[in-house]
C-alpha cells in the first residue's frame, strides 16, 4: 500500500529521531518471514529496548542523510527488504537479538550495521558483535578481573597470619599441658 506524503514525512522523522537516539542500528533481511515470527521479534527485542521497523529504504536513507554525524554513510548495501533494529542503551543489543532470533527463523540474515560514531560495519562484523557477551557480562568480567589480585593478596596475608596462629595456639597447648 502506498503511503501519503504526509505519512513519508512522519516516518522519515520517525528514523531520524531513532537514529540520533541509537548507539547502534543493525539491518537484515527478512524475505520469507512470516508475520507472527515479526510480531514475536519485535516482542522479544522489546524487552531488551530493541525497536525493530521494516521501513523502506528510500524513506531510511533519506533519514539517514539529514541525521548529523551519518550523512556521510555509503548506504550502498541497502538494498532489498530490510528491517532495522534501534536501541538507545546498549551497542550489542540489537544484534543480539537478531542473532538469536535466526536461531530459529534461518531466513534473516544480517546485511550490517551503522554505529553512533557513523561507522558502517559489515555483516561479519555484526555477526562478531552479536557473540559478545551482554554488557552486563562484561562489566562483572571486568569487576572480576580487577578484583582477583586483592582476592590473591587477601589470601596469602590470611594464609601467613593463620600459619603464625597455628604455631600460637600450638605452643599455648604444649605450655599448658
Not at 39 to 46: D, I, K, N, V, Y
Not at 86 to 96: G, W
Amino acid at each position: 500500500m502506498a503511503l501519503s506524503k504526509e505519512r513519508k514525512q512522519e516516518t522519515v522523522k520517525e528514523v531520524q529521531d531513532l537514529l540520533a537516539g541509537s548507539k547502534t542500528v543493525v539491518f537484515a533481511r527478512y524475505q520469507g518471514t512470516p508475520v507472527r515470527a515479526m510480531q514475536e521479534l519485535r516482542s522479544q527485542a522489546r524487552s531488551s529496548g530493541t525497536v525493530v521497523r521494516v521501513i523502506k529504504n528510500r524513506l531510511f536513507k533519506k533519514a539517514l542523510a539529514s541525521t548529523g554525524n551519518l550523512k556521510d554513510i555509503d548506504a550502498k548495501s541497502l538494498q532489498g527488504q530490510l528491517l532495522y533494529a534501534f536501541n538507545e542503551a546498549d551497542e550489542v543489543a540489537p544484534a543480539q537479538n537478531l542473532a538469536a532470533f535466526a536461531k530459529t527463523n534461518p531466513q534473516i540474515e544480517f546485511v550490517g550495521a551503522i554505529t553512533e560514531a557513523g561507522e558502517l560495519l559489515s555483516a561479519d562484523d555484526v555477526k562478531s558483535l552479536a557473540s559478545l557477551p551482554a554488557k552486563d557480562q562484561l562489566r562483572a568480567l571486568l569487576v572480576a578481573t580487577i578484583q582477583s589480585p586483592f582476592t590473591g593478596m587477601v589470601a596469602v596475608v590470611a594464609g601467613n597470619v593463620r600459619g603464625v596462629l597455628n604455631v600460637l595456639s600450638a605452643r599455648a597447648e604444649k605450655l599448658g599441658s
